[in-house]
């Protein structure tokens, strides 16, 4: 998993490199001082010779000031290797959100999604930051250190045997009882942030029906969840250095004891036993940077398992088939299409779709709620992949289209309209890039735009909020309208997407549609009978299979669940 992970570092390999060579450089000056320090007391303090102390307090001084330039040198490429790495893993986990189709997204919740790509990046990231440091300083001072440790005394250095082994046991345990919790408190996290979102986005419904208090019940739960997590997994990581301290100052105590007996007998001096302590702290501290290494590395695992279930989550639509072809009408063909969203689902969503639509008709899709209308031409743009059976527009297999190229020649709007925040005009040209305001103004013509554009504070440069919240749900559709046409589209599809406009405009927009865009093909999929009895073709879906196709009269006449909705309709004063 590291060797995965660590691929997207790329170019700050070299930061990398750099700060370990400056941190070995460093730890060698700083090993270099006990034994200075050593010599200045057995030789210098002994003998009373002043020049001998100055001169070595100078050295001394000398290799603690370049200790100090690697360390801050070492300190920069570490923060721009781990930058740059959290950099590069957060654009390879939004270019692969990008490639996901819709049944990809399906297998996360949208809150854990930027749990992934907020959170868990910046654990990696800042494990970097500080743990490549600490990764290569440790195991230097460590060796080097222990080394250093033996040459002064190779008896006393016998200590270590046994402390050793003691301070891995410790720190074995906790690291391997750590891991789980970790998980479950980024778990806990992606709870919380999806309380948060879906309170933030329907705060009106929360409002509307005084719920303020259930939510705040709910966030209240879901934070003390991640407080209980959290305390569980950082309280035994805490233990780290409790088990540290217990080690070192054991090792201390026994090196004091055993040193001043040495030092009574004459079989070692007091600067031999001082330079020995400084490399036992030195010891020490290396291992507890170890022991920090490891609970680092173990929540970075925990957070690198999860980002990497989104880098190696199969795309389940690809573009192996597809070849140079390219939409030139927008005729469009089901050929027995059977859908489901899951594989070990037991029934089919479509089932035995058989369907022609001609280039240019103006084809209406009617049916009760749930009968899979809008999942029916998702099929069309390859939003959803067909289970079974073929898609076709213009005689070719949806498959052998570039998908680019494919969905830039279908036009969606989709159930569920959506503004960006920016002006008007910035979210009309997201349908094409490069418009001129001619074209603009004609695309909200043709969705009676142009109706209240001029209402508006700063007509096509006023500024959006959030999801469009300062224009009304009918501007809303027709802006969303008006964006598809400006794409100037093969095929347009219409997923109940003027439920909120008015009879007359919508009588408006379809005759414009029909006048100014006669050569697109015009899919209406609508709850209104109204919305589609001017079709060329009404396609009525009952349970996921088509139950009828013809003209409104001819369907009028003839079947039963259309007269249905006609008459329910007409009696409510729909039509």
């Known amino acids: 998993m590291l060797k995965e992970l660590f691929s997207y570092m790329k170019q700050y390999k070299k930061y990398a490199w750099i700060s370990l060579v400056c941190i070995a450089v460093e730890c060698i000056f700083e090993l270099v001082i006990p034994l200075i320090m050593a010599d200045m007391v057995d030789v210098g303090i002994a003998n009373g010779d002043q020049d001998y102390i100055l001169h070595k307090g100078l050295v001394m001084i000398g290799c603690a000031g370049l200790a100090?330039?690697?360390?801050?040198?070492s300190a920069r490429f570490c923060a721009l290797c781990g930058q740059g790495f959290g950099a590069n893993l957060r654009e390879a986990e939004y270019r692969k959100l990008q490639s996901y189709s819709f049944s990809n997204i399906d297998h996360f919740q949208v809150s854990s999604l930027v749990t992934r790509l907020t959170s868990d990046v910046t654990v990696i990231q800042n494990s970097v930051s500080t743990g490549i440091r600490l990764l290569c300083r440790a195991p230097v001072m460590l060796f080097m250190a222990t080394g250093s440790a033996f040459v002064i005394n190779a008896r006393l250095a016998l200590v270590f045997l046994v402390a050793l082994p003691v301070l891995g046991f410790l720190l074995f345990e906790i690291v391997s009882h750590v891991g789980p919790l970790y998980t479950k408190m980024q778990t806990g996290?992606?709870?919380?942030?999806?309380?948060?979102?879906?309170?933030?986005?329907?705060?009106?419904?929360?409002?509307?029906?005084?719920?303020?208090?259930?939510?705040?019940?709910?966030?209240?739960d879901a934070n003390l969840?991640?407080?209980?997590?959290?305390?569980?997994?950082?309280?035994?990581?805490?233990?780290?250095?409790?088990?540290?301290?217990?080690?070192?100052?054991g090792t201390i105590l026994a090196i004091l004891w055993f040193g001043g007996s040495s030092i009574r007998t004459g079989t070692m001096q007091v600067g031999e036993l001082t330079g020995f302590l400084s490399y036992v702290l030195q010891i020490l501290n290396s291992l507890m940077m170890l022991s920090n290494v490891f609970m680092m590395l173990t929540r970075s695992m925990a957070s690198g398992t999860r980002i990497l279930e989104v880098l190696n989550e199969k795309v389940e639509i690809t573009e192996e088939k597809a070849r140079p072809v390219s939409v030139k009408k927008g005729a469009i063909r089901f050929d027995h299409v059977f859908f489901q969203y899951s594989k070990n689902a037991e029934e089919y969503v479509l089932s035995d779709i058989c369907l022609n639509l001609e280039a240019g008709q103006t084809i209406g899709i009617i049916g009760q709620t749930g009968a899979a209308k809008s999942t029916l031409v998702q099929l069309i743009p390859r939003l959803y992949e067909a289970t079974k059976g073929c898609v076709y527009v213009d005689d070719v297999p949806v498959q052998e289209y570039p998908l680019e190229h494919l969905r830039d020649a279908i036009a969606m709007v989709l159930q569920k309209n959506t503004l960006f925040s920016g002006t008007v005009r910035d979210n009309l040209r997201w349908g094409k890039e490069d418009a001129t305001q001619e074209e603009i103004d004609e695309a909200c013509r043709i969705a009676c735009v142009?109706?209240?554009?001029?209402?508006?504070?700063?007509?096509?440069?006023t500024e959006l909020g959030q999801g469009g919240v300062n224009v009304s749900g009918g501007q809303k559709q027709r802006l969303c309208i008006a964006r598809a046409i400006l794409k100037q589209p093969k095929v347009l599809i219409l997923d109940d997407s003027t439920s909120a406009v008015d009879t007359a405009t919508e009588a408006k927009i379809r005759e414009g549609l029909k006048a100014k865009l006669p050569e697109m093909t015009k899919i209406i999929i609508a709850q209104r009978i109204s919305s589609v009895r001017s079709a060329d073709q009404i396609v009525i879906l009952d349970d996921g299979k088509i139950n009828a196709v013809g003209t409104h009269e001819q369907l009028l006449a003839e079947n039963r669940i259309y007269q249905e909705i006609y008459h329910s309709q007409q009696e409510g004063g729909a039509l």
């Open 450 to 461: 142009d109706e209240f554009i001029d209402r508006l504070d700063n007509g096509y440069d």
């Open 68 to 73: 100090l330039v690697l360390g801050i040198c």
């Open 189 to 220: 996290i992606d709870r919380v942030n999806r309380i948060v979102q879906e309170n933030l986005t329907a705060v009106r419904v929360v409002r509307s029906y005084v719920r303020e208090n259930y939510e705040q019940a709910k966030f209240d």
């Open 225 to 249: 969840a991640l407080r209980t997590e959290s305390e569980k997994a950082f309280g035994l990581s805490s233990m780290n250095m409790a088990a540290m301290q217990f080690v070192m100052y």
